[in-house]
């Protein structure tokens, strides 16, 4: 595998990259115990209409990856290697090739500012919600367009019968990774999860990798 | 409890109406056995920049219901009688003052056009979302900005261990209703769901009221 980019995260931050049909980004956990939130949109072509002469790569902010779609095309609200994600108007965006670590959530969205401020009191905390507003907004995306995003490593166990939700540790080992086969060209964000409570206390990072090998 | 305003939604149609914070939206299954898919915005103010003059209550579709919010915050993947909806923004949307059904769904995403081509080979089925599309157009909200509804009285129960989901019937009996508070300004969508498979086949009317007992 030939690896054509990589992205170091260092702990409570993001990025936004490009993926064309066919690479594979891989997002790794080198400690281990540290949860990647990832969130994927159309890449527009460069010709739409609207778009300044010269400007780079966009996404359409109308076609976004879609928890619920994706739950309900597979029928789970868990994904592993083989499942594909899909995006609101029902594309196949993604499909998990590899996955070391085999469990990641699909029910909570990214961590905000608000959700920092409303569930502890604290004003300005990072955030993943801000972190890939930050790097996915020179797309063309803002922060109103980000929606639940698929909580790499993060292990949210439902209760069938009361529906209550538990956090538990994230499934993450050291060297862990999840490799994502884009079918369509992207534009993805990751961030390296900025909430205490959801690893363990201790916030680690993350690294993001392209890989091509078409 | 004074009722404002009705809507009668036949089998496979939808509607939008403004609810000014304080009122209370309706939604009753007069047949029972029927899936109604309910979605929110945040009301702007008439003046928003950009209106032009006498233009109508518009919705913002960067303000939205989040089932993945909800979810977070309520530490439940089931709603029932006092849960509170959240928007993407943390914003109290709605909260629920009363549920004669017990379960509701915020797993899944509506019903679409794609969906009905994708799992069965069906062009142009109506479905939830493009009737949600259609009436919530006027007030500013395409289609790509329809996030993953609540699905009152569908039932999905996930196995925690395996993720994978049921779809069982819906939870109404005859006349079951659910009254949902609005805590804010907002345009609401609501649709009777389109999808045999959801509703064992039969598809059936419900009834939209708006209340206001302040």
Same mark, same amino acid.
């Given at each position: 595998?030939?690896?054509? @980019?990589?992205?170091?995260? $260092?702990?409570?931050?993001?990025?936004?990259?490009?993926?064309?049909?066919?690479?594979?980004?891989?997002?790794? *956990?080198?400690?281990?115990?540290?949860?990647?939130?990832?969130?994927?949109?159309?890449?527009?072509?460069?010709?739409?209409?609207? $778009? +300044?002469?010269?400007?780079?790569?966009?996404?359409?902010?109308?076609?976004?990856? &879609?928890?619920?779609?994706?739950? $309900?095309?597979?029928?789970?609200?868990?994904?592993?290697?083989?499942?594909?994600?899909?995006?609101?108007? &029902?594309?196949?965006?993604?499909?998990?090739?590899?996955?070391?670590?085999?469990?990641?959530?699909?029910?909570?969205?990214?961590?905000?500012? #608000?959700?920092? #401020?409303?569930?502890?009191?604290?004003?300005?905390?990072?955030?993943?919600? *801000?972190?890939?507003? #930050?790097?996915?907004?020179?797309?063309?995306?803002?922060?109103? @367009?980000?929606?639940?995003?698929?909580?790499?490593?993060?292990?949210?166990?439902?209760?069938?019968?009361?529906?209550?939700?538990?956090?538990?540790?994230?499934?993450?080992?050291?060297?862990?990774?999840?490799?994502? @086969?884009?079918?369509?060209?992207?534009?993805?964000?990751?961030? +390296?999860? *900025?909430?205490?409570?959801?690893?363990?206390?201790?916030?680690?990072?993350? #690294?993001?990798?392209?890989?091509? $090998?078409?």
């Amino acid at each position: 595998m030939t690896s054509l @980019r990589s992205v170091h995260l $260092d702990p409570q931050t993001g990025c936004a990259l490009v993926l064309d049909r066919g690479q594979t980004l891989r997002v790794r *956990s080198p400690t281990g115990q540290q949860v990647a939130d990832v969130v994927a949109f159309a890449a527009r072509s460069a010709r739409s209409a609207g $778009d +300044a002469p010269g400007t780079g790569p966009r996404a359409d902010p109308d076609e976004w990856f &879609s928890s619920g779609r994706t739950i $309900d095309y597979g029928m789970s609200i868990y994904v592993t290697t083989g499942s594909v994600l899909y995006s609101n108007r &029902s594309t196949p965006m993604l499909t998990i090739t590899a996955d070391t670590a085999g469990r990641h959530d699909l029910l909570v969205s990214p961590c905000s500012e #608000e959700m920092f #401020e409303r569930l502890y009191g604290v004003a300005g905390h990072p955030s993943c919600l *801000s972190n890939l507003a #930050e790097h996915l907004g020179p797309f063309g995306v803002p922060a109103g @367009r980000i929606p639940t995003t698929l909580n790499l490593f993060m292990v949210v166990t439902p209760d069938p019968v009361t529906g209550r939700i538990t956090i538990e540790a994230p499934s993450s080992r050291p060297g862990d990774h999840v490799d994502l @086969r884009a079918e369509v060209d992207l534009v993805v964000g990751v961030a +390296a999860c *900025s909430a205490e409570i959801t690893n363990r206390g201790t916030l680690e990072p993350i #690294e993001v990798e392209v890989h091509d $090998d078409r």
